[in-house]
T-cell receptor, first 117, second 111 residues
Framework: DTGVSQNPRHKITKRGQNVTFRCDPISEHNRLYWYRQTLGQGPEFLTYFQNEAQLEKSRLLSDRFSAERPKGSFSTLEIQRTEQGDSAMYLC???????????????FGPGTRLTVL | AQKVTQAQTEISVVEKEDVTLDCVYETRDTTYYLFWYKQPPSGELVFLIRRNSFDEQNEISGRYSWNFQKSTSSFNFTITASQVVDSAVYFCALTNRKLIWGLGTSLAVNP
């Protein structure tokens, strides 16, 4: 296991369709984060998990967005009824929960680029 | 509220020049960590350094050095003798559970 992986790398969809992204964290990492990044901006926090528990969700995460981490390993992020404003890079990161877990460095995957037509 | 400001949007230098990327942060927390990440054209964010709020010692790693000054709430990043491969967007971030990011500084190192 060499790093965080995300699938698919690119997704093009039509407005109104549902999409689902997958993230596989580094195997020994208990924390998993989702961020969204648009062009020319820094990443924006969406949500994070400690094992299977979703501990925090951003106000950016509307009711069309849902994230799961059913067995505390991989995670999925689903967007229902996509809108053109959802077009962005969706980034997943993981970090170990040992030590000061809230402050550990996060390791990022390559991202999933979503384009909503 | 927590906030990270990277005032330099774009910097362009010629190879072998030294370059400093500025980062100013705001937080009311007494315990916090600061980070720098690099995002090359390939898009994947690469962790560079983590610094906690109680450690104001400067750090050097090869051509990279970081200057943390709590008095001015700054955590600046210097690349010495820049190389073309340093061309990327560099982000400064602040954390308390989740990362709060600056808008990034796009560095172009020209041959």
């Amino acid at each position: 296991d060499t790093g965080v992986s995300q699938n698919p790398r690119h997704k093009i969809t039509k407005r109104g369709q549902n999409v689902t992204f997958r993230c596989d964290p580094i195997s020994e990492h208990n924390r998993l984060y989702w961020y969204r990044q648009t062009l020319g901006q820094g990443p924006e926090f969406l949500t994070y998990f400690q094992n299977e528990a979703q501990l925090e969700k951003s106000r950016l995460l509307s009711d069309r967005f849902s994230a799961e981490r059913p067995k505390g390993s991989f995670s999925t992020l689903e967007i229902q009824r996509t809108e053109q404003g959802d077009s962005a890079m969706y980034l997943c990161a993981s970090s170990p929960s040992g030590g000061l877990a809230d402050y550990n460095e996060q390791f990022f995957g390559p991202g999933t680029r979503l384009t909503v037509l | 509220a927590q906030k990270v400001t990277q005032a330099q949007t774009e910097i362009s230098v010629v190879e072998k020049e030294d370059v400093t990327l500025d980062c100013v942060y705001e937080t009311r927390d007494t315990t916090y960590y600061l980070f720098w990440y690099k995002q090359p054209p390939s898009g994947e964010l690469v962790f560079l350094i983590r610094r906690n709020s109680f450690d104001e010692q400067n750090e050097i790693s090869g051509r990279y050095s970081w200057n943390f000054q709590k008095s001015t709430s700054s955590f600046n990043f210097t690349i010495t003798a820049s190389q073309v491969v340093d061309s990327a967007v560099y982000f400064c971030a602040l954390t308390n559970r989740k990362l709060i990011w600056g808008l990034g500084t796009s560095l172009a190192v020209n041959p």
